[in-house]
């Protein structure tokens, strides 16, 4: 049975503690007196707590009681974490230093919050044995922290550190090629969409946050600045307590999001507030508040149906329950895995769905492309115009000949922009003025075209401002004097770029309502392929005729 006990000790199954007082007291006394190491000396009046030692050296004595220590865990080491500069003493044996003690008028050299020893051999037996600590605190004498002491195989303490360092280090490396990503993704999207920024955004905290709560195996940090870097830590883990609910909210159209925030903001800081100096306590509240405020988010996304919401909220459960139960440095990494997966699960439910949208907006626009070329070379567009090209040419070679020109040019010209996604708005004002001749030619209508502020260097969908120009020729008539003029003009504001068409002429008594005819819903396909939803359009009808007005944003 023993022989069992010690393979299955050293396939560490069973991990048996070699300190058998679980909770070991510190006993302290402020001097300097080298016999206060002896194993055996007397520490019957010394007192629990420290007290104020200032910038004095002063002693601790604990008492560890060992059991049997089996081969395979010598050498045997003694893990330490404690403030200060401190030499350690082990039965009287001086076994190592921390830092440097103030000596000779040199001030202290501060040690880290946790360093490892080697005991000899010779030292270790079944039974009690005495810690002693020479220690300076000057730097911090007013923080009251307990002594800890673990013991182990001495390499075990060396590399255990080191193989969970290298877990972490892969699952930072993951969440650093994610926020980089998504942070191109951000930038190179026309869109710009917050809900990948913030996402971004998350996964770069959440390494940032990996790497800053295992820093301490990467580089020494003096124990006066040990809480730095967990100060840093808990407003990374405030500054992911906003994102990801945040992030909930824009997934799942939360209608009150604004509140939620607000309200989860103020209880972060209060938390802060009322939790100052408890850095783990402050870590797992906010936590806690940042799953609360993503339950309710989620559970009002499943009450609205919204896509993904069930299997969120079994990922928000789960994270909980990890964060609960485990170990508070493993399960905070592990449940922020879980909860950064579901807003990744999210975003790939949400890029789907923008995906089939936009492919739905191409067919539309392809769809309603094709029709627009068929009404233009339709049967009774070309027996109407090849009619009276026709009586042109009987009754004025010379003006027929320039007629069968416009026309071959708007043919020509749409041919060359029908599969294209943008055009030149160059080419778009010379579609117009060819479309204008042609049909001043077959109606014999005076129209006149005015254009004001146009930027050549723009780029609009194809035929959108044809179309207008079509649906005006199409449903007004003449003023007298037999004119119809259409002007179109341009502005920029900031990044609103804003062109007002404008016809000028006689509405029809019978007119056919322009919110449902194909031109304008060619219109609205052509700004949703290449905009997404960063336009408005408006055609409202006037008393001198109709006025349409297009506003694009662009970033």
Known sequence: MHKVLLLLVFLNLVNIPVIQ????????????DPAWAAKNYNDKNWSRVRGD????????RTRLDLRQVEPELTPLGLQIESFGAFEVYWDGVFIGNNGQLPQNGK????????????????????????????????????????????MNKY?????????????????????????VYYFFLYLNSRRRPLDILIFATTCLLFFVLLIMEYLKFHVVIPYSQFFIRLEIIGWLTFANALLVPWYFIIQFNFKRGKWLMAALLVTLLLLYG???????????????????????????????????????????????????????DYGLFISFTIIVLSMLYLHSIRTSVIEAEHQQAVLLSSRLQLELLKKNIQPHFLRNTLTSMMDWVEESPREGSRFIQALAAEFDIMNEISEQTLIPITKELELCRQHLSVMGFRKEINYKWEQNGIDETQFIPPAIIHTLLENGITHSEPLPGNIITFKLSYSLSGNHHKYVFETIAKNREVFTSRSGGNGLKYIRARLTESYGQNWVFKSVQTENGWLSTIQITRS
Do not use: C
Not at 155 to 179: C, E, H, Q
């Open 107 to 150: 001030p202290e050299t501060p040690g880290s919050e946790s360093s490892y020893y080697r005991v000899p051999d010779s030292l270790i037996s079944p039974g009690s044995h005495i810690v002693a600590l020479r220690t300076s605190k000057s730097l911090l004498p007013h923080v009251h922290r307990d002594i800890g002491f673990k």
């Open 53 to 60: 030692t200032s910038d004095k050296i002063f002693w601790s």
């Open 21 to 32: 007082n679980d909770e070991p007291v510190s006993l302290y006394k402020t001097g300097d």
């Open 274 to 328: 009322f939790n100052y100096g408890h850095y783990d306590l402050t870590a797992r509240l906010y936590s806690l508040a940042m799953l609360i405020a993503a339950i309710i988010v989620v559970l009002n996304g499943i009450i609205q149906k919204e896509k993904g919401g069930f299997i969120v909220l079994a990922g928000l459960l789960i994270s909980g329950l990890m964060h609960k139960f485990i170990f508070y």
């Open 155 to 179: 390499t075990t303490l060396l590399t255990k550190p080191l193989v969970t360092m290298s877990y972490m280090n892969l699952m930072a490396g993951a969440f650093l090629i994610a926020a």
